[in-house]
């Protein structure tokens, strides 16, 4: 009758510490590795683009990182976030697997992406930044920066990749109305960006392009700017911690364990923020719960691409990182999911993936909104393009159950609600979304472009 | 330090029972009149139309009514919704008064408006009812009512006001998700359509048209379909009190209690659902809370409206009603604010306010929004545009307390946010709103028009 459907945690129990994975590595990440000398590089290095205190959680060995009081006081605008038992959905598809999901769609800006956010905000004006560059795929990122630069006096210039600009133009308002300056990318007001537009006028954009015009804008600003990222860096999977430990407590609230745990993966953030508290569990507290990053079959990194030194944009501005990558140069399909369209991947999930600690699997983009729509009916909540993907391989599992008859816990992250995407559900609806497949001959030029490093 | 931001209700106390605010009138309302024979109607002169369980509880005087157990499951979704501080809004505005926000944005379909669907929705299948027809404005009361049936398994026909329709088109995707069937109104779909094409084939729409061609399609359906409101009746004020009751049990948990409320008006239901378990302590507990209902200088039903009999609906179907009103020919101009384009307002609220309970005030388009980004760049929440009035006033209200320096508790029902509504916030900062002022010919020659009874 009264069954408990939400696993609401008191403000009280919001973590004041994120997990540092590092501390509990069965081998050490590969060093990120300088271009240009291509010994590993210091912080000297990276400090034209980044504050010292966010350099220093790169590469720190502490397990536990205290958040500092400023960053908590914005997270109880909306943290902790709910834990949610999709009992709707099981009774929809008829599993006997209990299905649980961490909504971080009620952040602001609709997604986990605030968690980082504000982290990266504080520490920037901390040292005195008052300008920060990003860039932004779907804008879920971008709008999460916009709200917390805003929060802290920086200025904040935001890098939209171009088909999702011209996909989802209410983000683009909804960064406006947070203060931010928005250029669609590649755009001509970089170097980095007129390079693509020469080669193709048409680029629809990628993460890549987008992150080169960023860093391109931050470099050159004499000091003036710095640059922040959404996903990829150390740093970014640290903060967004702070959802596996509310669910590490959630699941102890609902008295149960998760068997699977599933989040979607661009650049990987949402699904190791999610999972990582639970891979210490099963790396130090013998724990053995299974955990799937998602990608989309049009940019399947993990799935597809190549364990090898790469640059993290297109314009090979980075360092090399060491990750599974299609090439930087390899501009994925327009799919909606806008945030997944990047060719590498964090190297915190690379190494996770290479030590067999975690596995991945890739679907195409119907399935997935198919996925999306059977959830909102359920549920009432509409996902995110990106989080859709988390929903497919949920729904999948729970599926398997529904043959096997198991129990199984299932637990993922619905990292965003899709409020500003209602467009790809229409063409959905119509009818009208490839399923692009892997892009095997794409993948295999941009790979060989790849520098080669032992 | 670690100042409280949010109060937030286990889920054990979501309110059991709604509260009927008849048992403690000091007055009784004013009957419903039947249009043909002038007398008050009776149950069946609205069984067409309604199941009998909300026929009953339209006049029900029972002080509290209890929530049905699947209509409170299905509650637990999202309830209980936050009572948040807006120490940051506070802090922008440099004010001395405490201000809090019942952040009813929550809800999967964004507002509070499915509080009334999913109850609606329960008592029609109850009935055995398989089919609703219903109108809506902005399309918060639409999607609540398309995501309910859902749930119910019961088909649904939305007309929704034309200009939103154009204004807002992903709220159309959003119904169309949860499987509901969207037509634009004024369509040639009806008689009542008909005749307003016929006159003008530009119609812009309203919620009057819109009830007109949802009723005719209902009560011409051999009752093969019923019809559902998202406003205005009693029952909806009665379901809404879910809203308001939570508050009670948060201002206790935050050791304070409310000097002024304050909502949006458009039909009346966030505003009565969120006070009128206040005004009972008004009434009868010998509080003396204020409460402010705020409504649009283009739709100015109370504040410049005539307390007479009146038709819900434009093509005179309904009927009727005493209630303040413009006229029911009144065709509202074409502001953003959606939902509160209606020529009427609720018997209750308006009963309150002739009994001088309550106050009202009207603000203009441009305020209104400049209150909206205000607070969304304070508290990182976009409000709906019907939602931005109270804002407005909320804001009002603490810039006085900041003028006296009285430490006043504001509390505001932020009953929507404005996720499917960006296209109106770029209007607002390409500076092309209009502020429409009340429009004091169209009234007369409106209000001209109205049946004469006593």
């Known amino acids: 009758m009264s069954e408990q459907k939400k696993y609401v945690l008191p403000e009280s129990e919001i973590p004041t510490s994120w997990y540092n994975i590092q501390a509990d590595l069965p081998e050490p990440l590969p060093p990120v590795i300088h271009p240009g000398t291509l010994q590993p590089i210091g912080p000297d290095d990276l400090a034209p683009l980044f504050p010292m205190a966010l350099i220093a959680q790169e590469v720190s060995q502490e397990r536990y990182i205290d958040i500092p009081e400023p960053v908590l006081d914005i997270y109880r605008m909306w943290r902790p976030t709910p834990l949610i038992r999709a009992t709707r959905l099981e009774k929809a598809l008829g599993t006997p697997a209990h299905i649980y999901y961490k909504y971080e769609g009620t952040s602001p800006a609709g997604s986990h992406k605030p968690n980082t956010a504000v982290a990266q905000a504080f520490y920037n004006k901390a040292e005195g930044v008052n300008a920060l560059t990003t860039e932004t795929g ?64 048409d680029s629809p954009g990628s993460l890549g392009i987008a992150i080169s015009e960023a860093v391109e804008v931050a470099a050159t600003s004499g000091g003036a700017k710095k640059y922040s990222l959404g996903s990829v860096l150390n740093h970014v999977m640290l903060h967004q911690t702070v959802v596996g430990e509310e669910v590490v ?84 399909a327009p799919i909606h999911a806008g945030g997944l ?43 995110a393009p990106e989080t859709a993907h988390a929903v497919r391989t949920a729904i999948d599992e729970a599926l398997l159950c529904k043959e096997s008859g198991e129990e199984k816990v299932i637990v993922f992250n619905l990292s965003g609600h899709g409020h500003f995407d209602m467009a790809s559900y229409d063409a959905y609806f119509t009818g009208t979304l490839p399923d692009y497949e892997y892009p095997e001959d794409e993948v295999e030029r941009a790979l060989a472009g790849l520098p080669q490093i032992a």
């Open 341 to 383: 369209r990047y060719h590498g991947m964090a190297p915190i999930v690379c190494h996770l993936y290479d030590l067999g600690l975690i596995e991945a699997v890739a679907v195409p983009q119907n399935p997935v909104f198919e996925a999306a729509v059977l959830f909102a009916q359920a549920e009432g909540i509409i996902p």
């Open 249 to 332: 407590k959630q699941m102890e609230m609902a008295d149960e364990y998760p068997d699977v745990m599933i989040g979607c993966v661009g650049g990987g953030s949402n699904f190791a923020g999610f999972v990582l508290p639970f891979v210490r569990e099963n790396l130090v507290n013998g724990k053995n719960t299974r955990f799937v990053a998602v990608e989309p079959t049009a940019t399947p990194s993990l799935t597809k691409g190549q364990y090898v030194y790469d640059f993290g944009d297109t314009g090979q501005m980075t360092p090399l990182i060491k990750m599974y990558t299609l090439g930087h140069s390899f501009i994925p």
């Open 138 to 201: 779907a804008g879920q990122w971008g709008s999460a920066l916009s709200m917390a630069c805003n929060w802290f006096d920086i200025e904040c210039e935001v890098y939209m990749v171009k088909i999702s600009y011209q996909h989802k133009p209410y983000r683009r308002s909804l960064m406006q109305t947070f203060g931010a300056s928005v250029t669609a990318s590649p755009s001509d007001t970089t170097n980095a960006g007129r390079a693509i537009l020469e080669q193709d006028a």
